[in-house]
Nanobody
Framework: QVQLVESGGGLVQPGGSLRLSCAPS??????????MGWYRQAPGKQRDLVAR???????NYTDSVKGRFTISRDNAKNTVYLQMNSLKPEDTAVYYC???????????WGQGTQVTVSS
């Protein structure tokens, strides 16, 4: 069974920072599963893109996080990170990691990690 393990969420005050991380894990075939990006879902809203790597390793960001969030990847650890600075209450959501198998083209999702920005 393959799963994406996310960490780094929590409660932070406005203006604060958090770093999320995500890596595939499990007893199944994790070879070729490549973490690609982060999405988020606020209560009552749809899941939307936050930041991602394209197949050409170009980074895309949603407009509301440009200049504040940075996505990065450690290929040796097969881990993707999301550094979130200058957090705002509107960033509050469950953040989901997304990965793609370059072998089967199957898409994988993490279980989600809660980020709450509040004073």
């Amino acid at each position: 069974q393959v799963q994406l393990v996310e960490s780094g969420g929590g409660l932070v005050q406005p203006g604060g920072s958090l770093r999320l991380s995500c890596a595939p894990s499990g007893t199944g075939m994790i070879f070729g599963i490549k973490p690609m990006g982060w999405y988020r879902q606020a209560p009552g809203k749809q899941r939307d893109l936050v930041a991602r790597f394209t197949s050409s390793d170009i980074t895309n960001y949603t407009d509301s996080v440009k200049g504040r969030f940075t996505i990065s990847r450690d290929n040796a650890k097969n881990t993707v990170y999301l550094q979130m600075n200058s957090l705002k209450p509107e960033d509050t959501a469950v953040y989901y990691c997304n990965a793609l198998s370059v072998v089967t083209m199957r898409e994988y999702w993490g279980q989600g990690t809660q980020v709450t920005v509040s004073s």
